[in-house]
Nanobody, 119 residues
Framework: QVQFVESGGGLVQPGGSLRLSCATSGLSNSINQMAWFRQAPGKQRELVAIIINTDSTMYYADVGGRFIISRDNAKNTVFLQMNSLKPEDTAVYYC?????????????WGQGTQVTVSS
């Protein structure tokens, strides 16, 4: 059974930083892409960032230049460094994985970690 366990969220002031972590288990060695999503209150879950293998990255939802996704394959962990946080970044953040582009994301989702950006 695939499991995702997100951590590292919290309350931070605008302009601050947080580093999220996602520990995974049960993923096959063929997993090529890992990603972070977020869901704000009353909104649909949206894709934030993807990392392909260990060094190719893509960013969405207006986070480029502020967020950095990275991955430690040895520890089956993916990270999201979030800088220059804005109130609109407030959401529950989730990680997920899939074998390759175009294939669906894993059906299992973790509990997520709450990020609140407020003064």
């Amino acid at each position: 059974q695939v499991q995702f366990v997100e951590s590292g969220g919290g309350l931070v002031q605008p302009g601050g930083s947080l580093r999220l972590s996602c520990a995974t288990s049960g993923l096959s060695n063929s997993i090529n892409q890992m990603a972070w999503f977020r869901q704000a209150p009353g909104k649909q879950r949206e894709l934030v960032a993807i990392i392909i293998n260990t060094d190719s990255t893509m960013y969405y939802a207006d986070v480029g230049g502020r967020f950095i996704i990275s991955r430690d394959n040895a520890k089956n962990t993916v990270f999201l460094q979030m800088n220059s946080l804005k109130p609109e970044d407030t959401a529950v953040y989730y990680c997920n994985a899939r074998p390759a582009a175009g294939l669906p994301w894993n059906l299992n989702w973790g509990q997520g970690t709450q990020v609140t950006v407020s003064s």
